[in-house]
Nanobody
């Protein structure tokens, strides 16, 4: 299993970015892939998750602005981020877990077992 993020960068408030995660090892069976973020001095928080059946769950802070998706043919996970705000500034991580099914409720980082190295997103006002 290997997770490699890309697509981070700097953008002004109101702008958009698309993060990608090359997720080898997550092709078959029941799995979840998700995006998480962390700023210095704060705990890592769940942003969005998706499972092999396409069920999704989002943090309240990003609902309506961010969209998680996956391209199974390319083994790639995406996070389309629109209407970015300065408070979205963080290191963004891709993570995976198997077996797994997305359910409603809080997205808990500690249940995810595989992690990428992260990509920085900076939103300026």
């Amino acid at each position: 299993v290997q997770l490699v993020e890309s697509g981070g960068g700097s953008v002004q408030a109101g702008g958009s970015l698309r993060l990608s995660c090359a997720a080898s090892g997550y092709t078959y069976g029941r799995y979840c892939l998700g995006w998480f973020r962390q700023t210095p001095g704060r705990e890592r928080e769940g942003v969005a998750v998706i499972d092999n059946d396409g069920r999704t769950n989002y943090a309240d802070s990003v609902k309506g602005r961010f969209t998680i998706s996956q391209d199974n043919a390319k083994n790639t996970l995406y996070l389309q981020m629109n209407s970015l705000k300065p408070e979205d500034t963080a290191m963004y991580y891709c993570a995976g877990r198997t077996p797994c099914t997305v359910v409603a409720g809080a997205i808990v980082p500690k249940v995810f077992t595989d992690w990428g190295q992260g990509t920085q997103v900076t939103v300026s006002s």
